[in-house]
């Protein structure tokens, strides 16, 4: 499984970036499909994920403000990010975990929000 995250960029605070997750390879195997950040500095966490049954659980810090859903049929899975705060500045990873959990990332897209 590959994947290819694009979207990322510099925007103000209080704008929107949506990050898409492009997925490729031996995809009837992925279950879940997960966002993470990294900070400068800082550990990297998880930000939002989603089940093959479209659940989704997401970190306290961007609850309400940000949306990750999946368009199987295109493979690709997004996360809509609205309100952005400095504070949500990093690094963004996307991660699939296959059905015998086991993990592939993507490279980074940089995310910037400027105060």
């Known amino acids: 499984v590959q994947l290819q995250a694009s979207g990322g960029g510099l925007v103000q605070a209080g704008g929107s970036l949506r990050l898409s997750c492009a997925a490729s390879?031996?995809?009837?195997?992925?279950?879940?499909v997960a966002w993470y950040r990294q900070a400068p500095g800082k550990q990297r966490e998880l930000v939002a994920r989603?089940?093959?049954?479209?659940?989704?659980n997401y970190a306290d810090s961007v609850k309400g403000r940000f949306t990750i859903s999946r368009d199987n049929a295109k493979n690709t899975a997004y996360l809509q990010m609205n309100s952005l705060k400095p504070e949500d500045t990093a690094v963004y990873y996307c991660?699939?975990?296959?059905?015998?959990?086991?993990?592939?990332w993507g490279q980074g897209t940089l995310v910037t929000v400027s105060s």
């Open positions: 991660n699939a975990v296959n059905l015998y959990q086991v993990p592939y």
């Open positions: 390879g031996s995809l009837f195997s992925i279950n879940a």
């Open positions: 989603i089940t093959s049954e479209g659940n989704t």
